[in-house]
């Protein structure tokens, strides 16, 4: 077995060139489109396609006939032009013959309305009966390609729980009786932990536990709810496991992927069975003014679960499905996607997709050539961006991004336990996107950091409003202080227990000594009028956010305290020294506008500087840090000229022009600076 290094925020993909290419639908077209495609993709310096997701009926048109011989001819002739094939187990569209023999296969929501055949991810991960098909679909694939050396890699299925993921069916609620036998082992155990005490829950036994139906009639309970939703996420995990095994048991040599991410799975989890995770990028889903912010915080948030990654599908022209159809990317902007996706730890891109097909669900799905297989402006940026990753890709490879603003991102038990009983506040993650969203716009370099992660990398680090907090996670933090490090806290966080029950110790439960407080009321706030409504600290103001924590303080400075109304002059943030760091407690949620105000005061304390002294409106910076050498990716999310000063002294990788300190950018323009590492 290779070895393989470890997820980790640091860790390169293991790739041997800079992919690029567009995911392939030959199912799709006929002898006329697929002439010229090796070609054009040639042109366009392609070296990868993605095939087969969603082409399962043309593998095995009848039950156990398989037949490949479709693809093998497409992959031959596209090697012809040099280009390699990453293959898909084409399990998120399974076929008719089999979802007509085993009706049960199919999922079923919330209201008990079972799914049809007519669209995809329509069949359950738990059925033991699918799971036998996705097993035999795979192996007939890895054994019919494990010796042909145009297939490179792998991704699983399609985009687990984009569509679909609370499942409702029998599979599911007999596989979670079992999930909970293997965990609980004892009734009396599920009982005790679940506190099933409140409103007689009480069970026998683990065949008497239903699935947790919304409104069924009333609230379900949080630890059956959050248990859930652990389940569903080790089902999908399973079920891409299996794949996986059958994979490397037939080609040790090829990577596996998948395009994530979508809710109600734990990604860090997921990544343990892939080389490296892969994200599907369609930025146009945002407006222009969040677009940036919102997208760096993906690709972000993909770097925390694994390291590096790719993107198997990234926007080229405007999409539309049902009653939305997006703006078009305008000229410049399809490459600029590329470049803050290769600036914040992307190793490989493929642009959705080759063409746009002219029938079915996305027949308005825009890709780079059009539906009469013209190639226009975007197949000529496609050009562009070809022959450039092929002259920066080796310098790319193996670098990668180091941050150091973290910001903690789990989308596992946090979040979960959240989804689980929300009260209507934020979530974890979305507490994370606006606090990431601040230091991205004053050009930090910020990212996402997973709390199994090695987080002494970062100066700074924040908690965002997590309510569980381990004794664990606790010790972890306090470690990472003692050793020099500034963690910021924000409300409501280390209130509950891995059951997602409440704890018995005073909030914030295992971070209390650290932080050097005890939460006496912590409520949240629906009437903002009626309750203090800001603090200063070092002259901006910070409006209450959402959420309260009177503090108690026992062993901390106050830094600031709340103004006007009720709870005047009761601690809003408060600072405690411990060995060589500093932990801050910050006594409500911080919104982007909060956690922007703070910002002054907090890098100044910890030593953080933007990466650039002055950024011009709509400016990305981001670095790859290399071995010997960084590379600084200046772009451009405006369709104006923006001249950026102050870069370190190099090399402009795309126009070879030497940098001595200032560049200018055209409009959604971008450059990639290699400066040595001894220069700076
Ligand atoms: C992704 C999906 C693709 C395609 C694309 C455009 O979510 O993986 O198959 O549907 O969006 O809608
Ligand atoms: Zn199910």
Not at 24 to 49: I, K, S, T
Not at 232 to 254: C, G, H, P, T
Not at 326 to 337: D, I, T
Request: aromatic share 12%; hydrophobic share 35%.
């Amino acid at each position: 077995m290779t070895e393989r290094q470890k997820p980790n925020h640091l860790r390169p993909t293991n790739l041997s060139r800079f992919l690029f290419g567009a995911p392939y639908y030959p199912e799709h077209w006929g002898e006329e489109e697929w002439r010229d495609d090796p070609d054009r993709m040639a042109q366009a310096h392609f070296n990868v396609v993605r095939i087969g997701e969603f082409a399962w009926d043309r593998m095995e048109p009848q039950e156990g006939q398989y037949d490949f011989s479709f693809f093998d001819e497409h992959i031959k002739r596209l090697a012809a032009a040099g280009i390699k094939t990453i293959l898909c187990t084409p399990t998120a569209t399974p076929p008719r013959w089999l979802t007509h023999r085993h009706p049960e296969v199919l999922r079923v929501d919330a209201n008990g309305r079972r799914m049809e055949h007519g669209s995809r991810q329509h069949a359950c991960h738990s059925s033991e009966v699918f799971r036998s098909y996705s097993r035999r679909i795979t192996q007939a694939m890895a054994q019919h390609y494990q010796d042909n050396p145009n297939v490179i890699g792998w991704q699983t299925d399609n985009e687990f729980f984009c569509h679909f993921s609370e499942c409702y069916c029998d599979s599911c609620r007999d596989a979670f009786q079992k999930w909970l036998e293997n965990k609980y082992g004892d009734i009396a155990e599920l009982n005790k932990c679940w506190g099933t005490a409140f409103w007689s829950l009480t069970f026998d036994s683990f065949d008497q536990v239903s699935l947790p139906y919304p409104q069924r009639p009333t609230y379900s309970n949080p630890a059956h709810l959050l248990d859930y939703h652990r389940f569903l996420s080790d089902a999908v995990i399973e079920f891409q496991k299996e794949q996986v095994e059958l994979l490397r048991q037939a080609n040790d040599q090829w990577f596996i992927t998948h395009n994530g991410f979508f809710r109600n799975i734990d990604y860090r989890k997921f990544v343990q069975d892939l080389d490296f995770f892969g994200v599907d990028i369609y930025p146009m889903f945002h407006r222009e003014q969040e677009r940036p912010a919102a997208t760096a915080f993906k690709l972000d948030a993909t770097r925390s679960f694994g390291g590096n990654f790719i993107i198997p599908e990234l926007q080229s022209g405007p999409g539309g499905q049902g009653d939305y159809l997006h703006s078009p990317p305008l000229p410049g902007q399809m490459r600029l996607f590329a470049y803050q996706a290769i600036a914040r730890g992307c190793d490989g891109i493929l642009h959705f997709r080759w063409r746009t097909c002219r029938f079915g669900a996305e027949e308005y799905w825009v890709g780079i050539l059009d539906h009469d297989n013209q190639p226009r402006r975007r197949y000529r940026e496609a050009i562009q961006e070809g022959e450039e990753f092929e002259r920066i890709g080796s310098d790319v490879l193996g670098t990668v991004v180091r941050p150091n603003v973290g910001v903690l991102y789990d989308t596992g038990d946090p979040e979960m336990a959240h989804q689980a009983l929300s009260h209507g506040l934020s979530s974890p993650s979305t507490n994370a996107k606006s606090i990431h969203g601040a230091w991205y716009k004053a050009g930090y370099n910020v990212g996402l950091i997973h709390p199994e992660d090695d987080i002494s990398t970062c100066a700074i680090v924040i908690l965002p409003s997590w309510p569980i907090v381990t004794a664990a996670l606790a010790e972890r933090l306090t470690s990472y202080v003692e050793q020099g490090g500034t963690l910021v806290i924000t409300g409501r966080s280390g209130i509950k227990d891995e059951n997602n029950n409440v704890l018995a110790v005073t909030p914030p439960g295992f971070l209390a000594e650290l932080c050097g407080v005890k939460v006496e009321e912590g409520f949240r706030i629906n009437e903002p009028e009626l309750y203090p409504n800001h603090f200063t600290l070092a002259g901006e103001v910070v409006h209450q956010s959402e959420w309260l924590d009177r503090l108690e303080v026992t062993d901390a400075t106050v830094v600031s305290v709340w103004t006007e109304g009720y709870h005047v002059g009761v601690p809003a943030v408060t600072s405690r020294q411990a060995g060589r760091g500093r932990c801050f407690y910050v006594s409500t949620f911080l919104d982007e506008a909060g956690m922007q105000a703070l910002i002054p005061y907090l890098s100044e304390t910890a030593g953080v500087s933007p990466l650039l002294k002055s950024l011009p409106e709509g400016v990305e910076v981001s670095v790859r840090e290399g071995e010997n050498y960084q590379i600084w990716f200046i772009l451009n999310h405006r369709n104006v000229p923006a001249m950026v000063s102050d870069i370190p002294a190099g090399t402009d990788l795309l126009s070879g022009a030497e940098i001595s300190s200032s560049v200018d950018l055209g409009g959604y323009g971008v450059a990639v600076v290699k400066v040595k590492k001894s220069q700076r």
